[in-house]
């Protein structure tokens, strides 16, 4: 018999993948100006490569939510890990954009199916120590993914050769390594007698109101990232005018830094005030990206993307803490899945939308009406908070 990894071990290998989910998402991000130079796109053709990966994530989510809750957390992760690598060597080999766009259906599936499974495994892996820590790692897990991202494609793209292949050979191989150890963890089947099959998320009667503040705070959150990773280095070449590709990155990992800072203090937050904070650090983030855009100065965008990604933490934290402590232990992974959905069908049209403003208008244009999108979202999350009061002191409900 295989030897299986301790639940210790377990629970970082599933913070790895919950990390492998926004590396894998953000991993094109400070390469999108040298597809645009090199092919002659758009920004709506750059935006629209970024936006098939959420709205692909969405069909997964749709279909597949709940497997993990029927054939394991592991299998699930490990199926979702095997398409991740097909869309990252697509990507790594792409002589055209068409190929990118068939690697980004490939990443998709891959984070589609990873998602929910990784963030409920935390949960369970997390039994008898510290349960709170788990709301802690997936936040830190993607501040991981997502720095990483950054700072290894711009450091690749302005100082290494081939600029559009090497960060995802580096990729590739890490996605490997983690598969490896993957493979090892413990099969998590839950009690569901029931046959699967495809479905849309169910998400019980009795906890609605706290699944919609739960699912609009961390759909708030992801709004960052359309800013951040869809048009982020543009912003930062164009806008704000800094020409050095690993200074963009390094700035805009920022946010991820920052985000990764904060969900080291998350645990000791009420589920509904961090999400109630992480909406007002949103608010002010935006109004720096604003006045960065406007003055073309780097300190406010760096200043923007800070608290843009403290606002990111306390959110995720919030939204993904409000939903585990009243998800029923046998539907978790679907209710994840289902909030994930909802997160990645909004910031995938809205990419779009924006790539749209950007080129029939200005790239300007495109900033200002996302900052307006994320200003109405705060207030929206705020105003759910107040109204459901969902209990979500622990990110976990406690286990007899």
């Not at 090892?184 to 609605?208: C, G, S």
Request: glycine content about 8%.
């Amino acid at each position: 018999m295989a030897r299986v990894l301790s639940a210790k071990a377990s629970f970082w290998v599933a913070a790895a993948v919950v990390a492998h989910t926004l590396w894998t998402s953000a991993a094109p991000g400070m390469i999108y100006p040298v597809y645009a130079s090199q092919w002659h796109l758009t920004t709506t053709m750059t935006t629209a490569i970024f936006s098939v990966y959420p709205i692909v994530v969405v069909v997964v989510l749709v279909a597949f939510g709940d497997i993990s809750d029927f054939i394991g957390r592991r299998t699930t992760m490990l199926i979702g890990l095997s398409a991740s690598m097909i869309g990252v060597l697509l990507f790594a080999i792409a002589p055209n954009i068409a190929v990118l766009f068939v690697g980004r259906v490939f990443m998709g599936i891959g984070v589609g199916l990873t998602a929910g499974p990784s963030t409920a495994a935390l949960a369970e892996f997390s039994r008898g120590s510290n349960p709170r820590l788990a709301g802690s790692a997936a936040i830190i897990g993607q501040a991981t993914g997502f720095a990483s991202a950054l700072l290894v494609g711009g450091f690749l793209v302005q100082y290494a050769p081939y600029p559009t292949r090497l960060s995802f050979i580096v990729l590739l191989c890490l996605l490997v390594v983690l598969s490896a150890f993957a493979y090892f963890l413990p099969q998590q089947r839950t009690k569901n007698e029931a046959r699967w099959h495809p479905k849309l998320p169910n998400v019980p009667r009795e906890i609605r109101s706290s699944f919609l503040a739960a699912a609009v705070t961390v759909m708030t959150a992801y709004t960052h990232g359309v800013t951040i990773t869809s048009l982020g280095a543009q912003i930062a070449k164009e806008l704000v005018q800094s020409p050095n590709v690993f200074v963009n990155s390094v700035t805009l990992a920022l946010f991820a830094i920052a985000l990764g800072i904060t969900g080291l203090g998350t645990h000791k937050l009420k589920a509904t005030t961090s999400a109630a904070l992480g909406s007002v650090f949103s608010v002010i983030g935006t109004a720096f990206l604003v006045g960065a855009v406007f003055e073309h100065t780097l300190i406010l965008f760096v200043i923007a993307t800070v608290l843009s990604g403290v606002g990111y933490a306390l959110m995720v934290y919030g939204g993904l803490s409000i939903a585990n402590a009243s998800a029923p232990e046998g539907s978790r992974g679907g209710i994840m899945s289902a909030i994930f959905l909802l997160a990645y069908l909004f910031t995938g049209v809205l990419a779009v939308v924006l790539g749209k403003i950007a080129t029939v208008q200005d790239l300007t244009t495109a900033v200002l009406c996302g900052a307006a999108t994320m200003i109405v979202l705060c207030i929206l999350t705020l105003w759910l908070l107040a109204r459901s009061q969902p209990a979500g002191t622990s990110t976990v409900p406690s286990h007899t």
